[in-house]
């Protein structure tokens, strides 16, 4: 029975490694990926490097800057069809998921920790009347 399960074991793990026809995958999702499996900071780096992140990342320092309730809701909600496009949407038709196995996309949950830090942080800081008597009291 020993000689079988390190068969079966050794059987198991050559399945399990990146084959060179799936790829081919990660040529097409990432065509400068080295081959390295994505940890996941790299991947966090390079979400927050899309164009969209980096307009939503101006647009939190803005509404920080002016201290705009309403701003930080819209930014809440652009930072969460982010989330959900980056996570949910996959515009490659199913290549995500084989380019997840290969190693060339990371997982993006550091992405949405972030994210939730930022948006939650913004709508708490904008959310707290000033001490000047915004509250109403005079």
């Known amino acids: 029975m020993g000689s ?3 068969g079966l074991i050794f ?4 399945t399990c490694l990146p084959l060179p026809a799936l790829a081919e995958v990660c ?12 940890s996941i900071w790299q991947e966090t780096l390079w979400l ?3 164009p969209a992140a980096l307009f939503l990342l101006f647009c939190s320092a803005l509404v ?22 980056f996570t ?4 490659t038709g199913g290549q995500r998921a084989q380019a997840t196995a290969e190693g060339c996309i990371g997982s993006p949950s550091l992405f949405v920790a972030v994210v939730l830090v930022i948006s939650v942080g913004l709508l708490l ?11 109403g009291a005079s």
């Open 64 to 85: 920080w800057r002016f201290k705009n309730s309403w701003g930080a809701l819209a930014v809440f909600v652009g930072w969460s069809f982010l989330v959900g496009a």
């Open 48 to 50: 927050f490097g899309s």
């Open 125 to 135: 800081y904008t959310g707290k009347p000033d001490a000047e008597g915004e509250n």
């Open 4 to 6: 079988f399960r390190r």
């Open 27 to 38: 040529d097409k999702v990432r065509p400068g990926w080295d081959g390295a499996p994505v």
């Open 88 to 91: 949910f949407w996959d515009p």
């Open 11 to 14: 059987f198991l793990a050559l």
